[in-house]
T-cell receptor, first 120, second 111 residues
Framework: GAVVSQHPSRVICKSGTSVKIECRSL??????MFWYRQFPKQSLMLMAT?????????EQGVEKDKFLINHASLTLSTLTVTSAHPEDSSFYIC????????????????FGPGTRLTVL | AQSVTQLDSQVPVFEEAPVELRCNYS??????LFWYVQYPNQGLQLLLK??????LVKGINGFEAEFNKSQTSFHLRKPSVHISDTAEYFC?????????FGAGTRLTVKP
């Protein structure tokens, strides 16, 4: 259980175009989803946190107008990289957590397999 | 907020030798602790986690970790490593639904 998928797994685009990455929780309702980016040989850095039906909360230094996050349902969140540039090339990983029936936030996050974005 | 320090960026070790990857954390709230492994061009795979209970946690692939609250540590150990254990290892701490990662430790197992 607690499987998270991402699509696409790999995308190459031209500079100036927009790219949408989907993150889905396959067998649970994800009340909170997280987006991370990982540069080569570096750790994961949290970009933003989104709760279903609410606006995403962005980490300091992350441009909310460039990285559009939508969490319209309990199983789907999307990250759109607008007007992508080569410096946006990175590995983007989403994760999801859930609330128990009692409303308690789950005690771990479940990670997707990641999306490799290359901007030419 | 919480933070994680992985004390070694690289750990080279010979096959069948024991290994310890060190992780220290700081937090003002109760936390949950995790170790993940990442192979090249892949996502994260959960090795083990400490949520509560016994401080010695056993995970997959023969790894284990011990939660030490007084030393705020969660070191990862394996008694005998294989070539296939070569990968990047991340320690993570989660508190208040906020997960933070260490910088990672590159484990290289040599024949």
């Amino acid at each position: 259980g607690a499987v998270v998928s991402q699509h696409p797994s790999r995308v190459i685009c031209k500079s100036g175009t927009s790219v949408k990455i989907e993150c889905r929780s396959l067998d649970f309702q994800a009340t909170t989803m997280f987006w991370y980016r990982q540069f080569p040989k570096q750790s994961l850095m949290l970009m933003a946190t989104s709760n279903e039906g609410s606006k995403a909360t962005y980490e300091q230094g992350v441009e909310k107008d460039k990285f559009l996050i939508n969490h319209a349902s309990l199983t789907l969140s999307t990250l759109t990289v607008t007007s992508a540039h080569p410096e946006d090339s990175s590995f983007y990983i989403c994760s999801a957590s859930y609330k128990t029936s009692g409303g308690v936030v789950g005690n771990e996050q479940f990670f997707g397999p990641g999306t490799r974005l290359t901007v030419l | 907020a919480q933070s994680v320090t992985q004390l070694d960026s690289q750990v080279p070790v010979f096959e069948e030798a024991p290994v310890e990857l060190r992780c220290n954390y700081s937090s003002s709230v109760s936390v949950y602790l995790f170790w993940y492994v990442q192979y090249p061009n892949q996502g994260l795979q959960l090795l083990l986690k400490y949520l509560s209970g016994s401080t010695l946690v056993k995970g997959i692939n023969g790894f284990e970790a011990e939660f030490n609250k007084s030393q705020t540590s969660f070191h990862l150990r394996k008694p005998s490593v294989h070539i296939s254990d070569t990968a990047e290892y991340f320690c993570a701490v989660m508190g208040n639904n906020d997960m933070r990662f260490g910088a990672g430790t590159r484990l290289t197992v040599k024949p």
